[in-house]
């Protein structure tokens, strides 16, 4: 991919091969990295080197962003701002935002539960599918004991 546009086309791209060179696939990674380039051409960045400002512009939560998202696209700048640093481009680091907590609430059915869900399963039978699908449809394994 060589879509990088900005005044950091190149260094992104050296970046990358770094960063495969250690043996990551860092495919998905590219992507991101690419729309950091955008960003920095939105800008008009014409200098090399993230100031504190441009990192906090980036960090800016978005309109129904969520933590998780918003803390991974902090740690791309982060990580591509330690390697400007780290090849000579002092680079404003920015912080990761408070680390995020997920919402997500797991709801564990009791024995009883599964039981009914089971027993309403087996009542449904493979006509149901049948109907739908056509010959192809498996068999339904019956969960009822023998």
Avoid at 45 to 58: P, R, V, Y
Avoid at 117 to 128: C, E, F, M, Q, T
Wanted: aromatic residues 14%; hydrophobic residues 30%.
């Amino acid at each position: 991919m060589n879509a990088f546009k900005s005044v950091y086309g190149d260094l992104l791209q050296s970046f990358i091969k770094y960063k495969r060179g250690l043996g990551y696939k860092f495919k998905t990674e590219e992507y991101k990295y690419l729309e950091i380039d955008r960003f920095f051409s939105s800008c008009g960045e014409i200098s090399i080197g993230i100031t504190q400002e441009l990192a906090e512009k980036w960090a800016t939560r978005r309109p129904n962003e969520s933590d998780g998202s918003r803390y991974s696209r902090v740690h791309y700048l982060l990580k591509f701002a330690q390697y400007l640093n780290d090849i000579g481009h002092p680079s404003y680091i920015p912080k990761h935002p408070a680390t995020y907590k997920s919402t997500f609430t797991p709801y564990i059915f009791t024995r009883q539960g599964m039981d009914k869900i089971l027993r309403a399963s087996d009542v449904l039978g493979s006509s149901n599918y049948k109907e739908t699908c056509g010959d192809a449809a498996p068999a339904v394994l019956s969960l009822k004991p023998a």
